[in-house]
Structure formats: C-alpha cells, structure tokens
C-alpha cells in the first residue's frame, strides 16, 4: 500500500538552465539540523545517467558536525571515494563549500580549505547543480520527536566559475 507521511523535502536545481564541465563551484550555506533532514549540494550528469554523482556537501540533521564529501564514480576502482570529517559548529552555521573539478581530479573545499581530494580521476561530462534539503529514513535515520516541524536550507552564494 501507499503510505502518506507529513513530510515534504524541497530542492533547487539548474537542470535544463545551466550546466558546465570542469570549474571551481563555491555554495555559501546553513540547514537546519534535526534527525531525518539530509541536505546536499552535488552534481549529476545532464544526460540522466548514474553515476557519476559529487557530493560536495552532505550530512544527516541527526548529526549536524559530520560532513560527508562523497565522489560516486564510474568506471574503474571503487565505486566511491568518500571523507567523513567534522565540521566545527554545525551545519546550522554559515559555511562555505566548494568543488574544484578538474580534468583528472577533485578537491573538496570548506570554508576556504581544501578538505578532500580524488587524483587521477573525475567526470568527464557536463553536470548540473543541485541543492536539496530531504527528509528521510535512510540509514535508519529517520525524523523523530526531536526533529523540527519546519527545516530550511538557506543558500546566500552560489558562484561557478569555468
């Protein structure tokens, strides 16, 4: 059966409006942190395949100090290359993440510092932006009684350079 749940998440995008292969992607941000919120800022191909997918900000709202930086491939090696690091206050405090992609690399920036890199790899195809902020059970980390009637993520930069 079909299930309805309170819950609705939201997203922006710049799919079918912009789209760019190799730069430097800066998203200046803060999110509510709550058990059961799951932002992202990533990329995904414009031709609807999977993966490639960069992940350059993600983190679950039940642990708001854990940043995960995730580049899911294609192709050969692992599937995916992934940093969990800590993210000093929060993702309820302004930051600012970045991308560098590169033809044979990535590096993940936060605040300002590179925090992550893949060598010797990266997507070789045009991508498009998205912003998102879900609700979801992944995980086991589903909404709870904790978790706030009302969650945003507020963006106040967004720059792509190519």
Request: glycine content about 12%.
């Amino acid at each position: 059966g079909t299930s309805v749940l309170p819950y609705q998440s939201g997203m922006v995008t710049t799919a079918r409006r912009f789209s760019f292969q190799y730069g430097f992607t800066e998203i200046t941000a803060r999110v509510t942190a709550g058990a059961g919120l799951w932002p992202t800022l990533w990329l995904l191909p414009i031709d609807g395949s999977w993966p490639p997918e960069v992940d350059f900000m993600e983190a679950y709202g039940g642990d708001p100090s854990r940043l995960l930086l995730t580049y899911h491939r294609n192709g050969l090696g692992p599937s995916q290359e992934q940093a969990a690091i800590n993210l000093p206050g929060g993702i309820s405090r302004w930051h600012t993440y970045g991308l560098d992609w590169r033809q044979d690399s990535l590096v993940w920036y936060v605040d300002g510092k590179p925090r992550f890199r893949v060598v010797g790899d990266s997507p070789n195809q045009p991508m498009y932006l998205l912003a998102n902020l879900a609700v979801s059970g992944a995980s086991g980390r589903g909404p709870n009684r904790t978790t706030p009637a009302v969650g945003t993520m507020e963006i106040s930069k967004v720059e792509v350079w190519v």
